[in-house]
C-alpha cells in the first residue's frame, strides 16, 4: 500500500527531493541543501526521501549523503522537487516537476528568456530562492556575506602583487586566495597571523596611510569588514579622511590601516545649495543630486571595495572620465577595485570585464582605458578584480548557511501537489510569493515579465539605447523624467519608446523600470537630450501627451 506521502505528481512522487550537480561552472562546488540538513530533515520526516546526484567536485562528498541517509543516482525522475544553486540547462529540465534555483528571470534577463520558455513549455513550477521573502519584501533565503568575505580575501591577495610589482614585499603576499583554504574559519586564522605581520614590519611609507573604502553598510559590505577586522584597522568618518594627511609621517601610518564607510550621502548632494540631502527623495528623484564622491573623498583611498547596490537611474560612483582627470590631475591614490557587486559598466564605469577564479585580476590604465590581463606587465596601472562568483570559493560555508535558512521551506515545497489549483497547494506565503511559474504560465504576481520581455526586445533593436550617450555631455537640452502609472497594461511605455525613435535629431535611455506588484503601477526612467531646442520641446510633448491619455504620471526626476 502506498504511502501517502507518495501520490503521484505528473511525474514524480510527492516527497522525494532531489538535489543536482551544479554544471555551470568547474568552479561552483555549493549545494542547496547539505548533508547535515538532509539527515535533520530526515529525522523530523523519516517518510520524506532525498536523491542526490553524483558529483566528484561538490564540496561535500556522495558518501556524506548517503551516510546522511540520502540515494545517490545519476537519475532524479522519481523526484517532485529538484533543488540547485545556479540555473538549470534546459536540456537537463525533467518536464511537471518544482525546480528551485536562482534563475535569474524576473527582470526578463534576455539571456535567460530561453529558458524561461522551456520552463513554461514543460509546466515547471518555478520557485526563485531571490522572491522568498518575507510580507515586507525582506530576502529570507540568500548567501549571505560570503562574497564579501571571499572579496576581500582574494583582493589582499591581489594587492601583495602589486605591491611586490611595486617593489615591496609585505605581509599581504602570504595572503592565498579564498578557495585555498579549508573553510572561512581556516582562512581568518591564517590572515590573523599575518596581521600580526603588519605591526612588525609596516606598510611600506610610499603607500602611506593606507585607506580602504568600503561602500554601503550591508550584507556584503559586513563580509568585507569582518575580514579587514583582523588586521590593525581605524575606522575613519569620511568627512575626517583629510586629517590623515596633516602629518604624511605620523608613525601611526605604517602600522594602521585605515577603513572609511562611503554611504549614499557621500557619493551625492543635492542641487539646490540650500537643499539638505534626503536618501529618500534622492532614491524617489535622483536628477535633483550631483555625484561629488569623486572630488571629495576618492582621492584620499587607496582600495575601494565596491558592495554598494546601483541602477542605472542612479549617478555613478565614478565615471571613465572622473577618474582619467583625477589621474591626470595627480589626485588619484587608488591603488585598486575590488568590485563585489560586478556591475559591468555600472557604478564603476570602468569595470571593463568580469574576472574568474583562475584569472581574478586584470590591470587598467585611467588615462588610455586600456585593460591587460597580465598583472606582472605594469607597475602604474590599477589593480581590479571582479568576479561574479565570490561565495562559491568558500563553499562548504556558504552552502551551510544559505541551507540553513532554506530547510525551513524544503518538507513544505516537497509535500505540496502541482496538480491541484495553486490556491490548494498548500505553499506557505513565503514560498507562494516566489513562484514564477505554474502549469505552463506565469503566475500573477510575474505576469509582468512578458510585457518587460517585449520591451526589453524593443529596446534592444533601437540604436540609441547601444550607445553610451556622449551627447549628454554636450547637448543644450536635456531632461530625465520619471513615468509612474499603468506602463505596461496600457503599452504606454511602448508607444513613448516607438515615438522617440523615430525623431532624428534626439538621443535617449530608459535608465530603469520597475515593474510595480501593488495596483498594477510601474515605473521607468527616461533620460532625453538634443542640441535641437525645438525638436526637444516636441519629443517631450510626445511624451506628455501619450502620459496624459495614459493616466501617466510625469515628474522631472
Request: hydrophobic fraction near 40%.
Amino acid at each position: 500500500q502506498k504511502s501517502k506521502m507518495e501520490p503521484k505528481t505528473s511525474l514524480g512522487k510527492l516527497g522525494v527531493i532531489g538535489i543536482r550537480k551544479e554544471d555551470k561552472s568547474k568552479w561552483e562546488r555549493r549545494a542547496a541543501i547539505t548533508p547535515a540538513q538532509v539527515k535533520a530533515l530526515l529525522a523530523k520526516n523519516p517518510s520524506l526521501k532525498f536523491i542526490v546526484e553524483p558529483s566528484p567536485k561538490r564540496v561535500f562528498r556522495d558518501t556524506e549523503y548517503a551516510k546522511a541517509g540520502a540515494i545517490i543516482s545519476d537519475d532524479l525522475s522519481e523526484c517532485s522537487v529538484i533543488f540547485g544553486v545556479k540555473e538549470v540547462p534546459k536540456e537537463r529540465l525533467l518536464p511537471e516537476r518544482t525546480y528551485v534555483f536562482f534563475s535569474h528571470t524576473i527582470k526578463a534577463q534576455d539571456y535567460n528568456m530561453p529558458l524561461l520558455d522551456k520552463i513554461l513549455e514543460q509546466k515547471i513550477r518555478l520557485i526563485d530562492y531571490e522572491k522568498i521573502t518575507d510580507e515586507k519584501g525582506n530576502r529570507l533565503v540568500a548567501f549571505g556575506k560570503f562574497a564579501g568575505n571571499a572579496g576581500a580575501i582574494d583582493f589582499l591577495y591581489g594587492l601583495g602583487r602589486l605591491f611586490l610589482n611595486k617593489g615591496h614585499s609585505t605581509a599581504f603576499m602570504n595572503v592565498s586566495m579564498s578557495y585555498s583554504y579549508l573553510d572561512l574559519n581556516m582562512a581568518k586564522q591564517n590572515i590573523s597571523m599575518i596581521a600580526k605581520e603588519i605591526l612588525e614590519d609596516g606598510i611600506p611609507e610610499e603607500f602611506a596611510p593606507l585607506i580602504f573604502g568600503i561602500t554601503s553598510r550591508g550584507r556584503c559590505s559586513q563580509g568585507v569588514m569582518e575580514i579587514l577586522n583582523l588586521f590593525p584597522i581605524t575606522e575613519v568618518d569620511p568627512d575626517d579622511l583629510h586629517k590623515l594627511f596633516i602629518d604624511k609621517k605620523d608613525p601611526k601610518h605604517r602600522t594602521t590601516i585605515y577603513v572609511t564607510i562611503i554611504e549614499t550621502q557621500h557619493m551625492v548632494t543635492p542641487k539646490d545649495p540650500g537643499a539638505k540631502f534626503d536618501k529618500k527623495e534622492y532614491y524617489e528623484l535622483p536628477g535633483k543630486y550631483e555625484p561629488i564622491f569623486h572630488e571629495k573623498y576618492l582621492p584620499y583611498i587607496s582600495c575601494l571595495f565596491n558592495c554598494m547596490y546601483w541602477d542605472p537611474k542612479f549617478h555613478r560612483l565614478v565615471t571613465n572620465e572622473q577618474m582619467k582627470d583625477l589621474t591626470l590631475e595627480k589626485k588619484s591614490r587608488l591603488l585598486g577595485v575590488c568590485e563585489i557587486t560586478c556591475d559591468f559598466e555600472g557604478s564603476i564605469e570602468f569595470l571593463k570585464k568580469f574576472t574568474t577564479i583562475d584569472n581574478p585580476f586584470y590591470l587598467y590604465n585611467p588615462i588610455s582605458g586600456e585593460v591587460e590581463d597580465d598583472i606582472n606587465k605594469y607597475n602604474d596601472w590599477m589593480l581590479f578584480h571582479a568576479v561574479d562568483h565570490l561565495p562559491t570559493e568558500l563553499a562548504s560555508d556558504a552552502s551551510n548557511y544559505f541551507g540553513d535558512k532554506l530547510s525551513p521551506f524544503i518538507e513544505n515545497i516537497a509535500l505540496s501537489d502541482i496538480t491541484k489549483p495553486f490556491e490548494e497547494q498548500g505553499l506557505s506565503p513565503e514560498i507562494s510569493r516566489a513562484v514564477i511559474t505554474w502549469g505552463g504560465k506565469l503566475t500573477p504576481s510575474f505576469e509582468y515579465i512578458t510585457r518587460l520581455r517585449a520591451t526589453n526586445e524593443s529596446l534592444s533593436k533601437k540604436a540609441h539605447h547601444k550607445t553610451r550617450m556622449k551627447a549628454l555631455e554636450r547637448a543644450t537640452s536635456f531632461i530625465s523624467i520619471k513615468l509612474e502609472g499603468h506602463l505596461f497594461d496600457t503599452k504606454a511605455i511602448n508607444e513613448m519608446i516607438d515615438s522617440l525613435d523615430v525623431l532624428d535629431g534626439i538621443e535617449f535611455r530608459v535608465l530603469d523600470i520597475e515593474i510595480g506588484r501593488k495596483n498594477g503601477l510601474s515605473q521607468a526612467y527616461i533620460q532625453i537630450v538634443s542640441k535641437d531646442v525645438k525638436l526637444f520641446r516636441k519629443a517631450i510633448d510626445t511624451v506628455f501627451e501619450i502620459a496624459e491619455k495614459n493616466d501617466i504620471q510625469v515628474v522631472e526626476a
